[in-house]
């Protein structure tokens, strides 16, 4: 069974930054692509930004030039480093991880872009 961990969510002021991490454990049969998605208050759930195994990455328009996605094999870990954060990047972030027989989610971290 497959395990994500999330950390790094937390409170920031308009335009500051945070890192978010995703540490993967367990036995992953055919890693395909792993990244985050997020959830506003009130909306639905939506694709920020994923790697796939050959490091290609994909992001949301809205945070293209602001956030960037990185691995580190070594550890089973995904980063995502968010800059110039609004307002509206307010949300509960999560990991997911796709492999070729399952997909999994992590539990969530808070971030709020607030001042």
């Known amino acids: 069974q497959v395990q994500l961990v999330e950390s790094g969510g937390g409170l920031v002021q308009p335009g500051g930054s945070l890192r978010l991490s995703c540490a993967a454990s367990g036995s992953i049969f055919e890693l395909i692509r792993m990244g985050w998605y997020r959830q506003a208050p009130g909306k639905q759930r939506e694709s920020v930004a994923f790697i796939y195994r050959g490091d290609g990455t994909n992001y949301a328009e809205s945070v293209k030039g602001r956030f960037t996605i990185s691995r580190d094999n070594a550890k089973n870990t995904v980063y995502l480093e968010m800059n110039s954060l609004k307002p509206e990047d307010t949300a509960v972030y999560y990991c997911?991880?796709?492999?070729?027989?399952?997909?999994?989610w992590g539990q969530g971290t808070q971030v709020t872009v607030s001042s």
């Open positions: 997911k991880l796709v492999s070729r027989l399952k997909e999994y």
